[in-house]
């Protein structure tokens, strides 16, 4: 397949933006922006590359995940 230049640097730059979001070091919005794209363009890029759009350290994701059981608990008290 071949590209033309700006259809290969479009592709780099998402790939670009893909990765640092993904790393935690870019913002949705701001890769959005560097990509080229709008937020939900971007949010569909991330579903078509595989890229999770919520990127928790593993410390962070078992806080919440306890603070979410903690609230049901005290729902289902009420």
Do not use: I
């Amino acid at each position: 397949m071949r590209l033309t230049t700006e259809e290969f640097e479009s592709q780099v730059r998402l790939m670009a933006a893909l990765k640092m979001f993904e790393l935690g070091k870019l913002s949705s919005g701001t890769a959005a922006e560097l990509a080229g794209l709008s937020r939900t363009d971007f949010f569909d890029a991330c579903s078509r590359y595989r890229v999770s759009l919520v990127n928790y350290p593993d410390e962070e994701a078992a806080s919440v995940v306890e603070s979410d059981l903690k609230t049901l608990e005290e729902l289902g008290e009420e």
